[in-house]
């Protein structure tokens, strides 16, 4: 006798990936909110764009609405499990523009360092690769914005957009530091 066996959908990795996409979808966007509405503790576009003017991206209320709705948008999209490719890789891609500011300090957060930034933006890229699970938008539409080719095209747009703006700022701030010059003389102190 032959034993026929049916293959039953496991529902638990659906469940995992549904708390992964809420938990960094939520997250992302609250960041988001931060930079465009001032929500949660944040400066709005006026305040974010100052910050991202002293940190080399320019022009800073530009650069802030970008971040924000990268973040924002990325982050909505995510915890809905809709447009998964294209949701993690701008996220992953505003992630990557906050890791190039804090790289200076090192990995660890607690020091300043990109700790934070690159665990969001590695954990968005993969759900972008690994797609939403069940439990999702994109399920629900039958994968309509959830195909196969739109993750690497999701990801060389972003990468190529991520790498002129990290690169446009990385110019600016080695002009700016070019400009300055290093006293010749140390001056000694009289005591």
Same mark, same amino acid.
């Given at each position: $006798? @032959? ?6 959908h496991? =529902? ?10 809420? %938990?960094? %979808? %939520?997250?992302?966007?609250? =960041?988001?909110?931060?930079k ?6 944040? =400066?709005?576009i006026?305040? #974010?764009?100052? &910050? $991202? ?6 022009p800073? @209320? ?5 971040a ?17 490719p ?9 992630m ?9 300090n090192g &990995? &660890? ?10 665990t969001?933006?590695? #954990? ?10 069940? &439990?999702?938008? *994109?399920?629900?539409?039958? =994968?309509?914005?959830?195909? %196969?080719? $739109?993750?690497p095209?999701?990801f060389?747009?972003t ?6 703006i ?9 002009k700016? @530091?070019?400009g300055?010059? *290093? ?9």
């Open positions: $006798m @032959k034993y026929v066996r049916r293959a039953r496991d =529902h638990r990795g659906d469940l995992g990936l549904l708390l992964l996409r809420l %938990g960094t %979808g %939520g997250v992302l966007a609250a =960041h988001g909110a931060q465009l509405f001032g929500w949660f503790g944040g =400066h709005g006026e305040g #974010t764009g100052q &910050f $991202m003017e002293s940190v080399g991206y320019s800073g @209320k530009a650069s802030a609405t970008a924000g709705l990268a973040e924002t948008g990325g982050g909505v999209l995510l915890a809905l499990g809709l447009a998964t294209a949701a993690g890789a701008a996220a992953a891609g505003a990557a523009g906050a890791s190039a500011v804090h790289a200076p &990995f &660890f957060n607690q020091g300043g360092g990109y700790e934070y930034a690159a969001l933006g590695l #954990t968005a890229a993969g759900l972008a690769v690994t797609g939403p699970g069940r &439990f999702s938008l *994109d399920h629900a539409l039958g =994968h309509a914005v959830n195909r %196969g080719w $739109m993750i095209a999701a060389a747009a990468a190529a957009g991520t790498a002129l990290v690169g446009g700022r990385a110019r600016r701030l080695r700016a @530091k070019e300055e010059q *290093d006293a010749l003389f140390e001056e000694e102190s009289m005591e």
